[in-house]
């Protein structure tokens, strides 16, 4: 897949994505009637974003399902470690991938089954992980990229920084400083131990490191320590995006509470 086919393939999906999000303004009350036999019924934005969004999440989970059998032929720390979506370098770990179908169903479990605001906060949750990590990616090997190499990487952030602007236009209240920016703080000193390190990755898009062709494997693939810290980048990602749901669901409960009693 070449840069400008790259770049092309995340601009469509950046179209298809802000024409979903103009359909679904206020999915929480916004209908649609459905003629059907005579009978009108009307259909909430909400469990149509619903329905729509959970396709692509249960497809990432279904992947991962059928993975049983190379799953039960290696040891656990293998599975998180260096088992990839695809058996070429162009596959991610898939114990990363994995992280954001959960995170999509654990927001759909605790916002009442809200499609559009979880696959928002998946993609927010791509967006904080993938923004600062690029800094000192491009920090470290940006030296040996050509324009392509950067077009590949570039079309990619402006598809997830879209994502990431509905979200916070959308939901500001949802972000709460305290709890998210201490988290955000501990993944950015965790990026900067990494950076000191050397910052080593696995696969790189550039033809002058790697040794094959797409998304290229380094001479640390293999390295335990390299894949450690590519893979602990997301588990500490994901812990602060749980924690902060947790803390604003617990917080719009007790309002609720209050509001009913009142």
């Given at each position: 897949m070449d840069a400008a086919y790259q770049a092309s393939y995340y601009l469509c999906a950046l179209a298809i994505f802000l024409l979903f999000s103009f359909f679904f303004i206020e999915p929480r009350w916004n209908t649609t009637k459905i003629l059907i036999q005579t009978k009108t019924y009307r259909v909430r934005h909400r469990d149509i974003a619903m329905c729509l969004t959970s396709i692509p999440f249960m497809y990432l989970l279904i992947g991962f399902l059928l993975q049983s059998p190379e799953l039960l032929r290696h040891s656990v720390s293998y599975n998180i470690f260096f088992l990839r979506t695809q058996d070429n370098v162009n596959g991610a770990h898939y114990f990363d991938y994995l992280m954001?179908?959960?995170?999509?169903?654990?927001?759909?479990?605790?916002?009442?089954?809200?499609?559009?605001?979880?696959?928002?906060?998946?993609?927010?949750?791509?967006?904080?992980?993938?923004?600062?990590?690029?800094?000192?990616?491009?920090?470290?090997?940006?030296?040996?990229?050509?324009?392509?190499?950067?077009?590949?990487?570039?079309?990619?952030?402006?598809?997830?920084?879209?994502?990431?602007?509905?979200?916070?236009?959308?939901?500001?209240?949802?972000?709460?400083?305290?709890?998210?920016?201490?988290?955000?703080?501990?993944?950015?000193?965790?990026?900067?131990?990494?950076?000191?390190?050397?910052?080593?990755?696995?696969?790189?898009?550039?033809?002058?490191?790697?040794?094959?062709?797409?998304?290229?494997?380094t001479v640390w693939y293999w390295d335990k320590s390299t894949n450690e810290f590519e893979v602990f980048s997301w588990i500490i990602i994901f812990c602060v995006f749980l924690l902060n749901l947790f803390y604003v669901r617990n917080r719009e409960k007790i309002r609720e509470k209050n509001l009913y009693l009142v």
């Amino acid at each position: 897949m070449d840069a400008a086919y790259q770049a092309s393939y995340y601009l469509c999906a950046l179209a298809i994505f802000l024409l979903f999000s103009f359909f679904f303004i206020e999915p929480r009350w916004n209908t649609t009637k459905i003629l059907i036999q005579t009978k009108t019924y009307r259909v909430r934005h909400r469990d149509i974003a619903m329905c729509l969004t959970s396709i692509p999440f249960m497809y990432l989970l279904i992947g991962f399902l059928l993975q049983s059998p190379e799953l039960l032929r290696h040891s656990v720390s293998y599975n998180i470690f260096f088992l990839r979506t695809q058996d070429n370098v162009n596959g991610a770990h898939y114990f990363d991938y994995l992280m954001i179908p959960i995170m999509y169903f654990i927001a759909l479990f605790l916002f009442d089954f809200d499609g559009f605001y979880s696959a928002l906060t998946a993609g927010f949750l791509a967006f904080v992980h993938e923004s600062i990590w690029f800094v000192f990616y491009y920090l470290t090997y940006g030296q040996y990229f050509n324009s392509n190499e950067a077009i590949w990487d570039f079309s990619f952030i402006i598809f997830i920084s879209t994502v990431a602007f509905i979200y916070v236009k959308k939901y500001p209240s949802r972000i709460k400083t305290k709890v998210f920016g201490l988290g955000v703080a501990c993944y950015v000193l965790f990026l900067e131990l990494w950076y000191s390190q050397g910052f080593k990755v696995t696969v790189i898009n550039n033809t002058s490191i790697g040794n094959v062709k797409n998304f290229l494997s380094t001479v640390w693939y293999w390295d335990k320590s390299t894949n450690e810290f590519e893979v602990f980048s997301w588990i500490i990602i994901f812990c602060v995006f749980l924690l902060n749901l947790f803390y604003v669901r617990n917080r719009e409960k007790i309002r609720e509470k209050n509001l009913y009693l009142v």
